[in-house]
């Protein structure tokens, strides 16, 4: 994780000074029990595959997750920890954001001004491009950029709890209670950023992960990606 915030610094920086066009970016969005990290890992793979010259570039094909919350926190300038309910989609109590307002750390910042400093750190990853950005509202962050392709990973229920009882080896009562409030947490971060209620057609593309094995989802993303000039 370090390497690879050393090197996104670096690049940012590299950026200051380059004029270059933004992306590639590719973002994938996904309903709780889809297999998003799983499929980012194949993927980046089946890039660097089919554009083996981004491997030794500055703007080498990687995918990020989890990374963000380390350089958001680096420029909010407090720890990882204060920032985490974010990450996880939750937002704090109002007595929860009394309490974290009376720490005297440091380490105390608003919620809207933690999504701000997310937002920021996203949509430069997305501009320096080369990059796969999992969840974290990367779809509204970066649509705009003309070299990016945005997905969404879709299953039915039954599926999904299925596949988080066997993961997580949770009952299915208690994988139902966490895929509702997941997806309800991730659609509510992502419409504060979009602005608006989420519509389906902000993707490029949907795939049914019921129906779809990982290899094939990431071999129709890598030709699209094609298609539209992003490798």
Same mark, same amino acid.
């Given at each position: 994780?370090?390497?690879?915030?050393?090197?996104?610094?670096? *690049?940012?920086?590299?950026?200051?000074? =380059?004029?270059? +066009?933004? #992306?590639? &970016?590719?973002?994938?969005? /996904?309903?709780?029990?889809?297999?998003?990290?799983?499929?980012?890992?194949?993927?980046?793979?089946?890039?660097?595959?089919?554009?083996?010259?981004?491997?030794?570039?500055?703007?080498?094909?990687?995918?990020?997750?989890?990374?963000?919350?380390?350089?958001?926190?680096?420029?909010?300038?407090?720890?990882?920890?204060?920032?985490?309910?974010?990450?996880?989609?939750?937002?704090?109590?109002?007595?929860?954001?009394?309490?974290?307002?009376?720490?005297?750390?440091?380490?105390?910042?608003?919620?809207?001004?933690?999504?701000? *400093?997310?937002?920021?750190?996203?949509? =430069?990853?997305? +501009?320096? #491009?080369? &990059?796969?950005?999992?969840? /974290?509202?990367?779809?509204?962050?970066?649509?705009?950029?003309?070299?990016?392709?945005?997905?969404?990973?879709?299953?039915?229920?039954?599926?999904?709890?299925?596949?988080?009882?066997?993961?997580?080896?949770?009952?299915?009562?208690?994988?139902?209670?966490?895929?509702?409030?997941?997806?309800?947490?991730?659609?509510?971060?992502?419409?504060?950023?979009?602005?608006?209620?989420?519509?389906?057609?902000?993707?490029?593309?949907?795939?049914?992960?019921?129906?779809?094995?990982?290899?094939?989802?990431?071999?129709?993303?890598?030709?699209?990606?094609?298609?539209?000039?992003?490798?």
């Amino acid at each position: 994780m370090e390497n690879l915030l050393m090197k996104y610094l670096e *690049a940012r920086l590299r950026n200051e000074t =380059e004029k270059r +066009e933004p #992306g590639p &970016v590719i973002t994938i969005s /996904r309903e709780c029990g889809c297999p998003a990290k799983k499929l980012a890992g194949i993927l980046i793979e089946k890039l660097q595959a089919v554009d083996p010259e981004t491997a030794s570039h500055h703007y080498h094909w990687r995918w990020i997750g989890r990374e963000l919350l380390e350089e958001a926190a680096r420029d909010l300038k407090v720890d990882p920890t204060a920032i985490n309910h974010i990450f996880n989609y939750q937002e704090r109590s109002m007595i929860d954001d009394i309490l974290a307002a009376t720490r005297k750390d440091g380490n105390y910042k608003p919620d809207h001004t933690i999504k701000k *400093a997310i937002g920021k750190v996203i949509r =430069e990853m997305g +501009e320096l #491009g080369h &990059v796969v950005i999992v969840g /974290r509202a990367g779809v509204v962050l970066n649509r705009d950029i003309q070299k990016s392709l945005h997905i969404r990973l879709m299953a039915p229920l039954d599926w999904r709890v299925g596949q988080v009882m066997k993961i997580q080896q949770l009952t299915k009562e208690k994988a139902l209670e966490m895929i509702t409030t997941k997806d309800a947490n991730r659609k509510r971060f992502l419409e504060y950023y979009l602005g608006q209620k989420l519509q389906p057609e902000i993707f490029d593309i949907v795939y049914n992960c019921a129906y779809t094995a990982e290899e094939q989802i990431a071999s129709s993303i890598v030709f699209e990606a094609a298609q539209r000039k992003l490798i």
